[in-house]
């Protein structure tokens, strides 16, 4: 390189530089840069929201409180002895101190409650609580019936429910509806509007399709990316959430493992709509077999699967199964029938935590962008070639595990870089550049350490892991 163009890039970097830790000191204030970062997201809370995402959320489905036979009815009852009988034995653990503790030692702070004493006992264990009302017996499914918003006596029970439990101070949402089509949105924007203005602090939780299910299916119609995109915005416009669910289970089994092709696919989409309306996103994780064809994630590809939905901007994990019951079609996830741990159980001891950790020092920042170096799989970005922070040495364009780089900052400037090892069978060392002196981020200690070499960060990531950097003039 000539000592002209040595000078020039230099030049270069140091303006990228001052861009950057003026965007972080003032926000709102952009610099420009020929660098390209998607979107700034506007006030994303809807008309009078309360509630925050605080702690990154780490739960899980079907597992402890999501079954069995004292769920509260809508009037905060509990449903007849008949009733209870009739819908057999349980297929997961009640909540008990016992239970909350696994959960809290599994690195887990959101669990399924459903009744005040499960809340009482969540309170008691420093989680946050679900509330799994009696699903499938009227009056609670006539949620989506509009008709229900217009019975006085419907109203009254629904309206004695929150008053009996929305100020517990173990509340975090109230568990309403699974991957609802289209023609569900206007029936649960109404019940998210009556419940958020009678309870703002609380999250309405719905959960989404995720791509593969077909356009039909979503109530849209177009190609997969279109059909997909109109799901969302339709499910943003109408429904007015605090946050966006989607589940995505792509890790599969015939004479050999593979995965399907729209995990990032549907990330990126969901990562799309969640900058563009300024919303948190949670991603339901697969922790179990769905069933032959598939199979059960390891710890190295759990870990994968958080921290590649950091990387995308997610501030939630939801675990997909936690336990499997005897004749489930399900196998897997983090407990066996008998109550031990999986392999998958024992490592997300380490990986929740870190997830948490993580997604603490994210959450101040916008998702500027998510980047792959290597092969580009279906629906990502490849890294811009005038990026402000890379990996040396280059990935090879074909390498089909390569690494991704999830950018973060303030005001359009990067601030911090997320880098994660893609390959989820073997550890990978890089060195990631930057246009200054960086930090790196140790998850377990929760402690910011210089990088080995200014503006040179050596770091080396487990299989499916990744590591925090940041710019190290910026204090926090």
Known sequence: MSNEKAISKLRHLGIIWLCVVLGFVLSGV??????????????GRPAGSLWKVGSPIVWYMQGPGAGGDESIWIDGSLPPKQEQEESGPPRFEKISPAVAENLAEGGFNLMFCRNIEDLDIAHAHGLRGMLYVHEGKPPWRNVFDTSALDDPEWLAKLDALLEKVKDHPALYAYNVYDEPGA?????????????????????????????????????TS??????????????????????????????????????????????????????????????????????????????????????????????????????AYEGAEHWGGIENPDRTLTPLGTAVRKIHPEFVAIGEKLQPLTSLGAYHLGAIPNGASGLPPDAVITVDPPIAAEETQGLLLGYFGIAGAPTHVLVVNLDYTRDVTTTVVGPGSMAVFDATERKWHKASDGSRARVSLMPGGGKLLRLARLQE
């Open 222 to 323: 177009g190609d997969k990316v279109t059909a997909y995109r109109e799901y969302l915005r339709q499910f943003i416009e109408v429904v007015k959430p605090d946050l966006i669910s989607y589940d995505h289970y792509h890790m599969k089994y015939t004479d050999r493992p593979y995965d399907g092709g729209d995990y990032f696919l549907n990330l990126a989409l969901v990562r799309e709509a969640a900058v563009e309306n300024g919303l948190p996103f949670l991603n339901v994780i697969q922790a179990a077999a769905m069933g032959p064809g598939w199979r059960t994630p390891n710890g190295d590809e759990g870990r994968f699967l958080a921290t590649t939905t950091l990387a995308y901007g997610g501030q939630g994990i939801c675990q997909f199964v936690y336990n």
């Open 30 to 43: 952009g610099c420009t840069t020929s660098t390209r970062f998607s979107g700034t997201p506007a006030p």
């Open 183 to 219: 023609k569900e949105f206007p029936a649960l924007g109404k019940i998210v509007a009556y419940v958020r203005q009678r309870d703002p602090k609380h999250m309405i939780y719905i959960n989404l399709f995720p791509t593969y299910v077909s356009a039909a299916a979503q109530g």
